[in-house]
Protein backbone atom coordinates (compact mmCIF):
# COMPACT_ATOMS: atom_id res chain seq x y z
CA UNK A 1 0.00 0.00 0.00
CA UNK A 2 1.27 3.15 -1.29
CA UNK A 3 1.90 5.80 1.82
CA UNK A 4 3.39 9.41 1.93
CA UNK A 5 4.72 10.79 5.12
CA UNK A 6 5.44 14.84 4.83
CA UNK A 7 7.17 16.74 7.49
CA UNK A 8 9.03 19.52 7.99
CA UNK A 9 6.02 22.46 7.73
CA UNK A 10 5.67 25.13 10.74
CA UNK A 11 5.35 28.76 11.33
CA UNK A 12 8.37 30.78 9.53
CA UNK A 13 8.42 34.95 9.27
CA UNK A 14 8.97 36.33 5.45
CA UNK A 15 12.22 35.07 4.19
CA UNK A 16 12.78 32.25 6.25
CA UNK A 17 13.72 29.14 5.13
CA UNK A 18 11.89 25.26 5.33
CA UNK A 19 12.43 21.84 4.23
CA UNK A 20 10.03 19.39 3.72
CA UNK A 21 10.58 16.06 3.50
CA UNK A 22 8.53 13.45 1.80
CA UNK A 23 9.29 9.70 3.43
CA UNK A 24 7.25 7.20 0.63
CA UNK A 25 6.52 3.47 1.49
CA UNK A 26 4.81 0.99 -1.00
CA UNK A 27 6.41 2.92 -4.12
CA UNK A 28 10.14 3.42 -5.06
CA UNK A 29 9.90 7.36 -5.77
CA UNK A 30 12.95 6.84 -8.33
CA UNK A 31 10.48 5.49 -10.94
CA UNK A 32 8.05 7.91 -10.70
CA UNK A 33 7.48 11.61 -11.66
CA UNK A 34 6.77 12.64 -7.70
CA UNK A 35 5.45 16.68 -6.93
CA UNK A 36 5.22 18.59 -4.18
CA UNK A 37 1.83 20.50 -4.09
CA UNK A 38 0.02 23.29 -1.76
CA UNK A 39 -3.55 23.85 -1.16
CA UNK A 40 -3.83 27.09 0.40
CA UNK A 41 -7.45 27.84 1.58
CA UNK A 42 -10.24 28.20 -0.52
CA UNK A 43 -7.91 27.63 -3.26
CA UNK A 44 -7.45 24.75 -5.89
CA UNK A 45 -4.54 22.26 -4.92
CA UNK A 46 -1.42 23.46 -7.63
CA UNK A 47 1.83 21.64 -8.55
CA UNK A 48 4.64 23.63 -7.22
CA UNK A 49 7.79 21.39 -8.01
CA UNK A 50 8.34 18.34 -9.86
CA UNK A 51 10.76 16.28 -10.32
CA UNK A 52 10.96 13.23 -13.04
CA UNK A 53 12.16 9.80 -12.96
CA UNK A 54 15.08 11.00 -15.65
CA UNK A 55 16.09 13.74 -12.55
CA UNK A 56 14.74 16.43 -14.65
CA UNK A 57 12.79 19.04 -12.31
CA UNK A 58 10.46 21.80 -12.72
CA UNK A 59 9.18 24.52 -11.02
CA UNK A 60 5.79 26.61 -11.42
CA UNK A 61 6.67 30.41 -11.65
CA UNK A 62 5.67 31.64 -8.57
CA UNK A 63 7.97 29.15 -6.84
CA UNK A 64 10.65 29.31 -10.03
CA UNK A 65 14.11 30.42 -8.34
CA UNK A 66 13.16 29.69 -4.62
CA UNK A 67 12.26 26.27 -4.14
CA UNK A 68 14.29 23.33 -5.00
CA UNK A 69 12.72 19.80 -4.91
CA UNK A 70 15.41 16.75 -4.52
CA UNK A 71 15.58 13.21 -4.24
CA UNK A 72 17.40 10.54 -2.20
CA UNK A 73 16.77 7.80 -3.77
CA UNK A 74 18.84 5.68 -0.67
CA UNK A 75 16.09 6.88 1.65
CA UNK A 76 12.90 6.99 -0.58
CA UNK A 77 12.39 10.29 -0.16
CA UNK A 78 11.82 13.57 -1.85
CA UNK A 79 12.64 16.86 -0.04
CA UNK A 80 11.48 20.39 -0.73
CA UNK A 81 14.01 23.30 -0.07
CA UNK A 82 12.16 26.55 0.93
CA UNK A 83 14.28 29.38 0.63
CA UNK A 84 12.61 33.46 0.51
CA UNK A 85 9.29 32.41 1.66
CA UNK A 86 6.27 34.89 1.22
CA UNK A 87 2.91 35.25 2.96
CA UNK A 88 1.33 33.48 0.07
CA UNK A 89 3.63 30.40 0.45
CA UNK A 90 1.11 29.65 2.62
CA UNK A 91 -0.47 26.44 2.56
CA UNK A 92 -0.93 22.70 3.39
CA UNK A 93 2.02 20.80 1.34
CA UNK A 94 2.08 17.38 -0.17
CA UNK A 95 3.79 15.19 -2.26
CA UNK A 96 2.14 12.84 -4.64
CA UNK A 97 2.85 11.04 -8.30
CA UNK A 98 1.93 13.68 -10.71
CA UNK A 99 0.18 11.35 -12.60
CA UNK A 100 -3.35 12.05 -12.08
CA UNK A 101 -3.91 8.93 -11.97
CA UNK A 102 -2.66 8.24 -8.77
CA UNK A 103 -4.46 11.42 -7.16
CA UNK A 104 -6.88 9.11 -5.83
CA UNK A 105 -4.79 9.40 -2.34
CA UNK A 106 -2.69 11.94 -0.17
CA UNK A 107 -1.09 11.92 2.44
CA UNK A 108 -1.78 13.71 5.39
CA UNK A 109 -0.16 16.92 4.53
CA UNK A 110 2.44 19.63 6.41
CA UNK A 111 1.07 22.91 7.21
CA UNK A 112 3.67 26.12 6.13
CA UNK A 113 2.58 29.12 7.94
CA UNK A 114 4.68 31.89 6.45
CA UNK A 115 3.57 35.59 9.03
CA UNK A 116 5.42 37.85 10.77
Not at 45 to 53: D, H, K, M, P, Y
Amino acid sequence: QVQFVESGGGLVQPGGSLRLSCAASGITVRFYDMGWYRQAPGKQRELVAGIFSTSITNYADSVKGRFTISRDNANNTVYLQMNSLKSEDTAVYSCNRMATKYHDYWGQGTQVTVSS
